[in-house]
């Protein structure tokens, strides 16, 4: 038997084609999104498999790659970084429909932001996306789903595949903003949401921040390693660096010829 533990990820095991990980108050609500996209015919999502007798939540487990930072050079080219923005596009166009079954009273583990226009994954990272040669092709990892807007979604998904941190260059490099408009391109965001593109990233990263105090201060261990790992030094360094370059990109975003 096959069994190995995620790296990062407490409690979770993966035993041969399962993923086994510990039910939590929304894992009900995932099972239930999961079921709805695969009787669809969606297949790049985790096929849910019910509970262990332990009352674990099992869920197919994706074959693929995932990779965490810095990014290898795999996934900084401009067929991986569209892939990714396709697969989005995709994901919340064959999801959006789902919106109507929901009560409101989902206890989600986020917090929904923006018209629910589709259901956000809300952690599309590559970390959370089954890669095969570079091209994305599954995802993962659905605990932070939540109703809400396409550019909420898009613009943290940005963020991590271009990625848009400080250490990419200061000012942003071209390329940067070029990995950021292939991203964007391919899927396809409505070019009158290019200005609100990095206001709504600087917002997500804001909430994360509270998230990870919040989360932290109740005790909860995970966030309190981010703390001590400085999760939250980063990304207040990558919202004033996000602020010092916005003008750039938008100009990059509105004018460069991809």
Known sequence: MIEKKPKGRDGVVIQEEQVIRPKKVWSEDVQKFLSYLRDKGVTYVPEP????GE?????????????DYPLPPQLLTDSA????????????????AYLTS?????PWMLQSFGEREVMCHNDF???????????AIGIIDFDTITPGSRIWDVSYAA??????????????????????????????????EYPNLIPT???????????ITKAASRGEANFQKNIQEGHLKKYEQDIQW???????????????KT
């Open 49 to 52: 498999l019910g509970y262990d």
């Open 55 to 67: 009352g674990n939540e099992v869920v197919s487990y994706l074959v693929g790659e995932v990779y």
């Open 81 to 96: 970084i569209c892939s990714a923005g396709r697969l989005l596009r995709d994901f919340h166009d064959q999801n959006r």
């Open 102 to 106: 929901l009560s409101g009273a989902e």
């Open 125 to 135: 990272a590559p970390y959370n996306v089954t890669t095969e040669n570079g091209i």
């Open 159 to 192: 963020y991590r595949w271009v990625p848009l941190e400080m250490n990419q260059g200061e000012p942003i490099t071209d390329e940067t903003c070029h990995r950021l408009k292939k991203f964007i391109e391919a899927y396809r965001l409505d070019e009158s």
């Open 201 to 211: 990233m600087i917002e997500r990263l804001s909430y994360m921040m509270d998230f």
């Open 242 to 256: 996000l602020l010092d370059n916005e003008k750039k990109i938008l100009r990059k975003l509105q004018n460069e």
